[in-house]
Each structure stands twice: as structure tokens, then as C-alpha cells.
């Protein structure tokens, strides 16, 4: 990606309307609690709401049914007290809960929201990340890593945030030495760790910065004459849609070219940002067994960076609080392998039954790439987390149903571009049967 377009479309054509790229991405499902946000000014009559011409596209033009702003007001203060309560739970002094809320209802008078405490703020990213189901176990809210950057609100310093984020959340190799071209880091160090990064909240009248992408990593896709796809299958029409915002792919397309972030502040088109090469943290595929696996040239990212969600804690909404979870090798296998990914199943497959002569086998190559994401990644030191049967999988998405009603919680916006559910994002949906 050339260094003319770093930071922000240099392009001298202006990028489309936010709503004419949702148009062609696709309709985005509307879900429920930060649409319902009204988007009224300062303390005044309701005349100061937004008209409907320049607001954020999918973001309410009329005040809540029932009472405007007050209405609005009894609904934070709830879900402030409701938050509250849980994170003041097991202290010995009751009167430390009822003047938090009593401030808590003074400053929501006044400006129509209010201002967490740094604790208040790492127990909600905490509470919000566990009952999303995304939690590494035994993580306490203490052992999170919460970067605190409320009051990071425009794009390119959220931007920066963001390449921080990726940063923190790998601690680094103990040696610079040795880091392949590709940007891959040596066979040592990477341990992942977990990180929410907290930017500025939406505040009455004025939305703050929103990452489109739905995750902070993420492969181009791009389609050839007669349906190839070179890179990653999921993210044609992404690719494309950043196409139309003005992003340009490289001369030499390739399998691994990194997404920039689509992000957007107060109404704005998208500006697009490239993710520093040394923010990404890849491991290189080798396999315990197989000499001509490297040939296949194959890597993937050390943590799963997620951003299409919004974190809401106690009736405030961070719209970007990305946040990174641990991958299973399972998991990149499948999303290397499959048709609908990087289709590098077949091809694994077809060069193993060469090398041993012998008929390819149904669920060979699958099995292999497995093999070697797990291999790979302990010699690099990078985690993954285990396989984990029908019954998990359930209760995590229970949990995740549950939680996404919870007074911490990370829900799906309608807002974003790029925001369907997808690998790694949790949707507002209806229990699961």
C-alpha cells in the first residue's frame, strides 16, 4: 500500500457518502439499544435535535416516545444504577452506592450523560467482555488490560489507538532478530494478552468515532474473471466497498494485503487509515512433518482484534472499544481452508497425496493445516485456546444472548459498514432455542 494514501484518502476525489457505501455494501440489520439513542444538543427544547439531513446514517432523528429528554434521563440513570450496583456489590459502606448515584443523577441532569471512573470503566470492559462469551478463562477484571483513551474522538487518533492496541496486545519477542519479510516475528515471544481500548463515548448531539471494520486485521479479497478470488473470500465485497471509498490495492495483489480501518467521527464520510506493518503481529505456518509447507506460504495474525461492536456500560455507549480474544487452531484452519476463506484446504490436500502417493484423503488437508497452525504457533510462543465441544458452544452463546441485555455489554450498531455478524462478533439476536 503506497504512503500517499496512509492516514487518509489523498485521493483529489471526495469518497462517497456514508450512506451511499452502506448502500452498496448491503442493508445492516437494525438492532436495539444505541439506535434508540436520541441525538438531541445541548440542554435545551427539543427544537435542538438533529435534523434529518445531516445526521449519522441509521441514527434516530426524534427524541424517545414518552417524555424527550426526560425520558432519556430515567433511562441512563437506570441502567447507571443497575451497573452500579453490581460493581459496587460486596463493599462494606452502602452510602459509597447511594452518593455515586445521587452524582450520577446530578450529572446526567445537567449535561444528559455521565463521566465513568477509570474502576468503573475497567469492571464494565471486563463484565462486558466475560458475558460476551469471548473472555479467556480465569482473566479477572483486575488481570484485564484496559487502555484508557476517552478522550481519543477524531479518526486519526483513533487510528493510532488502534495500531497501539495491536501492540499491547502481543507482548513482544524477546529479539528483534530474525523477523521475516512478510513482517512475520521470530520464533520466540508473542504471548497474548488481553486488551480492551476504550475510546471516546457518544455524548448527546455529538456521536463520536466509529471503526467500520469488523475487525482491526483483515485481508483483502479480490475477485478475478471466471469467480477466482485471490486472499480472503469473506472480504470481496469489503475490499471493494474500500475500493469505492477511495483506498487503491497494490500493484501486485496479493493473499495477505492488510485492510486499512474505515473510521468515521460526527457524520463524516469514512477516512481510511493503514495499519502499521509492525502493528501486525503474524506467525508463519510450518508443519512438524511436511519440509514443503513453508512453500505454501501461508501466516495468519496472533490475536483476533475485534471491532464491530459497540461497548455500552451503564446507559453509555463507547462505540469503538476494540477489544482482542485468543484464536483456536481449529479455527484459522477453517478459515484458511474453507472455499469461502482462503481455499487452502484442497491445495494442502493435493500436496500431501503427491508426497506420499497415495489418493487424497476427505478431510486431509483440513486436519494437516491444523496441525501446522498448532505447531506454529507454540514455537512462537503465542497462545491458542482449546477445542470446544456442541455443549460449550451453547452455553457461550447463551451467555452472549444474555449478556447483550446485561448493564455491560458489547452489541452490534446499525451504523456500521461493514457490520454483520461474522466470525468473532457477537449479534443482538433472540435466545438462542
Known amino acids: ?21 452502506r448502500a452498496a455494501v448491503g442493508a445492516v440489520v437494525r438492532l436495539d439499544h444505541p439506535a434508540d439513542r436520541p441525538r438531541a444538543g445541548d440542554r435545551g427544547s427539543p427544537s435542538q435535535v438533529t435534523p434529518s439531513g445531516g445526521a449519522f446514517p441509521g441514527r434516530p432523528r426524534r427524541l424517545l416516545d414518552g417524555g424527550g429528554e426526560a425520558a432519556r434521563d430515567e433511562r441512563v440513570v437506570a441502567e447507571a444504577v443497575a451497573f452500579l450496583r453490581l460493581h459496587h456489590a460486596g463493599q462494606t459502606d452502602p452510602s459509597a452506592l447511594s452518593s455515586r448515584v445521587d452524582q450520577v443523577r446530578r450529572e446526567v441532569a445537567r449535561t444528559g ?14 463484565l462486558a467482555l466475560r458475558e460476551s462469551g469471548h473472555c479467556p478463562p480465569g482473566v479477572g477484571w483486575r488481570d484485564l488490560v484496559v487502555r484508557d483513551l476517552r478522550v481519543v474522538r477524531d479518526p486519526a487518533g483513533v487510528a493510532a489507538g488502534c495500531a497501539d492496541h495491536l501492540r499491547t496486545a502481543v507482548v513482544p519477542p524477546s529479539s528483534p532478530a530474525g523477523r521475516a519479510g512478510a513482517g512475520a516475528p521470530p520464533p520466540s515471544g508473542g ?48 475490499t471493494r466497498s474500500l475500493g469505492g471509498l477511495g483506498w487503491r490495492r497494490p500493484l501486485r495483489p496479493g493473499r495477505f494485503d492488510q485492510l486499512p480501518l474505515a473510521i468515521a467521527s460526527g457524520g463524516a464520510s469514512p477516512m481510511l487509515f493503514d495499519v502499521p506493518r509492525d502493528a501486525v503481529y503474524e506467525v508463519p505456518l510450518e508443519h512438524p512433518e511436511c519440509d514443503w509447507f513453508p512453500e505454501l506460504g501461508l501466516r495468519w495474525h496472533a490475536t483476533r482484534a475485534v471491532t464491530g461492536l459497540a461497548l455500552r456500560v451503564g446507559g453509555v455507549v463507547y462505540p469503538a472499544a476494540p477489544f482482542n480474544t485468543p ?11 474453507a472455499a ?8 494442502v490436500a493435493s500436496r500431501w497425496a503427491r508426497e506420499v502417493d497415495a489418493a487424497p484423503e476427505p478431510g486431509r488437508g483440513l486436519e494437516e493445516l491444523e496441525r501446522a497452525v498448532g505447531h506454529s504457533f507454540a514455537a512462537a510462543g503465542v497462545g491458542l485456546v482449546g477445542r470446544v465441544g456442541p455443549a460449550e458452544r451453547r452455553c457461550s452463546r447463551l451467555r452472549a444472548w444474555r449478556g447483550s441485555r446485561g448493564p455491560a455489554c458489547f452489541v452490534v450498531e446499525p451504523d456500521r459498514l461493514f457490520a454483520l455478524p461474522g466470525p468473532g462478533t457477537v449479534s443482538v439476536a433472540p435466545a438462542p432455542g
Open 1 to 21: 500500500m503506497s504512503a500517499s494514501h496512509r492516514n487518509s484518502v489523498s485521493s483529489p476525489h471526495r469518497p462517497p457518502s456514508v450512506a451511499a457505501s
Open 113 to 126: 450523560t455521565y463521566t465513568h471512573t477509570g474502576e468503573e470503566l475497567r469492571f464494565g470492559a471486563w
Open 191 to 238: 504471548q497474548v494478552r488481553p486488551v480492551v481500548t476504550v475510546f471516546g463515548p457518544d455524548l448527546p448531539g455529538e456521536p463520536a468515532a466509529r471503526v467500520h471494520n469488523l475487525e482491526l486485521v483483515g485481508y483483502a479479497g479480490y475477485e478475478r474473471s471466471g469467480g477466482a478470488v485471490v486472499g480472503d473470500a469473506r472480504h470481496v465485497g469489503i
Open 327 to 337: 484464536y483456536g487452531a481449529w479455527e484459522i484452519a477453517a478459515r484458511l481452508g
Open 340 to 347: 469461502a476463506g482462503f481455499g487452502a484446504e484442497a491445495e
